[in-house]
């Protein structure tokens, strides 16, 4: 993993084409989302005409939302595949220490520690930003969900549940907005340039600043033996079948969540009633 | 002595004798002077017994120099029966009329007259010594007094028997129509006929015919005041020639003082121009039928009301008329003609109006919170048809344009707080719609995209149109128990869950949707927590760069 320039192999190609997806459809979401949620301000009713109508708006909304629920699946899957083929160590999974970093992050910052903390492959604030976008995530696709077929989820869920989950989506929406802008935006694009996430590598100094634990483990050649190859051919074989199945019902679920329902099938119906009906026998001219 | 006393007694028996002898002569005397020729012994001899000696049963007769004659003989009980007869207050004695007294003294002077016209006019010219009241007589008469052919006194009142001024009164038409019987224009004398068979009580030909010349107006006005039939049009439509001047003067178009301005009732001419320029006969109409006259009088409204005109030509009833559906209503349809009245006074005559042709909607209104509010308690606040449809440029209110613009029509009222609080109604009923989902789409249709059909629903497609009924009535499409129905409008696999996902207007709270008021709590209190607590720590950590920056920036110069 190391090498002489002072370079480290962080993200495969897979991981950045993952956050590429993230990145589009995120920011479509945005886009197409913000603006519904404030419909009533002129510069979002500019953006939804910019976009061709709040009809058009709603489609590519949608449209967005699937390729996020798509890419969310297949990271799900290629996360079993790590963690049961390969058994790659849980790198993401919050503990105490994460908490005691933070902390002493904080008061190394306000200069009453010391030392920074030394942190592992994925530092606190990573995972804070990996579990916010699984929570968010979450929460928008169920409640979208429930935007999308309000009367399929009033067959089980009381009425009140739509405009929570509206009240929701939109709470949650400005919420994850808001964390990007200033928690990931300021980690990775200001404070220095994190360009792991679009070339792969990282630099020996971000490695000793944000992964100073990492660092050392590779440095002296700790990180964990990969899997044996018999063991790892024997699970993928599993896998792979069960893999597909999995991708089969996730395409079909997608596919009803995209048309489980067609929630108003028209307006009113047009009234045709005789609209002129002059009174019988007809009254004198008014005042004659 | 006794031949003294037998003296006396014989003259007392004499005087007595010649008493009663003269007693009875008088008595006698008395008896034949009763007789009626004793009678002109006691009365002064009137002026005229000598004419009436000869002209009393007379049957001689006088050939004038136009050959004419006339009767020299007269019938003394006519002459008594006449007013100038025996009862007459003041004796009217022959000469009185045959004047100059000396032309009839016996023997009689040639008369002048060379025909008995002539002869009666000079007669008739005697009246004025007696009648001086000329001005009673009829103007036309008298201001034609130089033409042979009108007529004199005696032609109208007789000679010998004229008659009473009482029997003249009581049949004044006649009297003219003695004279004045036919017409030579068959129109006219048809139209001539109807006038005077629909004369009132006080009415003679003089109410036409008056001393005065008669202005245009009221030339029309007594005529179609009198008219009761109607004019028949090409297609057999009759039109009602009978105006009551009053409906004029009591009208919109009567005597008015608008914004301080005085106003004098209209002339009929100022609408009827053509009428007016034409006199009378009037020309024939051009309209086919009486709607054709409806349509095309609009123009004479044109003329004053040129604002109000063009806005009703933007309005759907003008277009219709346009597009040839002729039934669409006209300025008259709605305004009336010669009793146009306030039109939206009381409110109630709005409606009123409108239902004349839209009964059926009208009879809807009127079941309706609004309608019933303004036909029982004359509501002021409640809304009229033209408060929703707009009064002369009404637009079609089937288009897309309208519906979208329709929650901004009931908002007007509804988000008005101080008229909805006269009536405890809630004013968050306009944002609530729009915060959610079917105002925002509906909204943004309407300012983005107007003529664009969005099925979403407003507000009537939910609380009925015409009939809306309050949101707690039984038979409210919006309450409880009918809510579903309402909903499966649009969205017919709806469940009995599904109403309850509408917020019924109100902001979300504890008692009202508290779901909801608690996700919107949550984020409330998390985006800020969240959101501080990052800005927080980025704060931290850019005060450390700072100060390791100071301190490399220090170590650096202390170690040069």
Known sequence: MSNSTGKYWRFDVFQRVEHALLITSFTVLVITGLPQKFSSQPWAEFMIMAMGGIEVVRIIHRAAAVLLIAETMYHFGVLTYKVFVKRVSLTMLPSMQDAKDGIQALTYNLGVTKGAPRMGRYNFGEKVEYWAVIWGTLVMVITGFALWNPIATTYFLPGQFIPAAKAAHGGEALLAVLSIITWHFYNVHLKQFNRSMFTGYISHHEMAEEHALELEQIQKGQLPPPAHPDGLRRRQRIFVPLAAVMALITIVGLYFFITFEQTAITTVPRQTTDIYVPLTPAPDAPGG | ?560
């Open chain 2, 1 to 560: 002595m006794d031949q003294c006393r037998s003296t006396r007694v014989i003259i007392i028996y004499a005087y007595r004798v010649l008493l009663i002898a003269a007693c009875g002569i008088a008595v006698g005397l008395a008896l034949f002077v009763s007789r009626p020729a004793a009678a002109q012994v006691l009365q002064p001899v009137p002026p005229d017994s000598a004419c009436k000696l000869c002209h009393i049963d007379s049957t001689e007769t006088i050939t004038l120099t136009s050959g004419e004659t006339l009767n020299a003989g007269i019938d003394p009980v006519q002459l008594d029966d006449s007013v100038h007869g025996v009862h007459a207050a003041a004796p009217v004695f022959c000469t009185d009329c045959h004047r100059p007294q000396q032309r009839y003294q016996y023997p009689h002077q040639a008369n002048p007259a060379e025909s008995l016209s002539e002869f009666e006019a000079e007669i008739a010219g005697n009246c004025q010594q007696c009648h001086t009241t000329e001005e009673l007589h009829n103007p036309g008469h008298l201001q034609a007094k130089d033409n042979p052919n009108v007529p004199n006194c005696v032609d109208c009142h007789g000679g010998h028997d004229v008659a009473p001024a009482a029997a003249f009164e009581a049949d004044p038409v006649g009297t003219c129509q003695t004279c004045h019987q036919e017409i030579a224009d068959p129109h006219i004398a048809e139209v001539h006929a109807e006038i005077v068979s629909n004369l009132g009580p006080n009415q003679t030909c003089q109410t036409c015919h008056a001393s005065t010349p008669q202005s245009e107006d009221a030339k029309c006005q007594t005529c179609h005041s009198l008219l009761n039939s109607a004019l028949t049009l090409p297609s057999g439509d009759t039109v009602d020639l009978h105006v009551n001047p009053a409906d004029l003067v009591t009208s919109m178009h009567g005597e008015q003082v608008i914004n301080g301005q005085q106003y004098t009732t209209l002339r009929c001419t100022d609408c009827h121009k053509e009428q007016g320029l034409w006199g009378f006969p009037h020309q024939p109409i051009d309209a086919q039928t009486r709607r054709d006259l409806t349509i095309n009088m609009q123009a004479v409204c044109q003329d004053c009301h040129t604002d109000i005109f063009d806005r009703n030509a933007d309005g759907i009833h003008a277009q219709h008329i346009v597009e040839g559906n002729l039934e669409a209503a006209t300025c008259e349809d709605c305004h009336g003609n010669h009793a146009i009245q306030n039109p939206d006074e009381p409110r109630e005559r709005v409606s009123q109006t409108c239902g004349n042709c839209h009964s059926t909607i009208n009879e809807q209104y009127g079941g309706s919170v609004h309608g019933a509010a303004l036909l029982g308690e004359d509501n002021p606040d409640v809304p009229i048809c033209t408060d929703c449809h707009g009064v002369h440029n009404i637009p079609d209110p089937t288009t897309a344009e309208f519906r979208l613009s329709s929650p901004y029509m009931c908002g007007r009222c509804h988000a008005d707080q101080e008229l909805m609080d006269k009536y405890g109604i809630s004013t968050d009923v306009f944002d609530t719609y729009v915060a959610d989902f079917h105002g925002t789409t509906v909204t943004l249709f309407d300012h983005q995209s107007p003529h664009e059909e969005s099925n979403k629903a407003v507000c009537y497609d939910c609380h009925g149109v015409h009939n809306i009924l309050p949101a707690s009535d039984e038979n409210s499409q919006v309450i409880k128990q009918n809510l579903l129905v309402t909903c499966q409008q649009c969205h017919p696999d709806a469940n009995d869950n599904f109403p309850n996902s509408w917020t019924s207007h109100f902001k979300p709270s504890i008692e009202h949707n508290p779901l909801v008021y608690f996700v919107d709590l949550f984020y409330l209190i998390v985006i800020p927590a969240t959101v501080g607590g990052f800005l927080l720590f980025i704060g931290s950590d850019i005060f450390r760069q700072v100060r390791e920056r100071f301190q490399r920036k220090s170590k650096e110069s202390h170690d040069e």
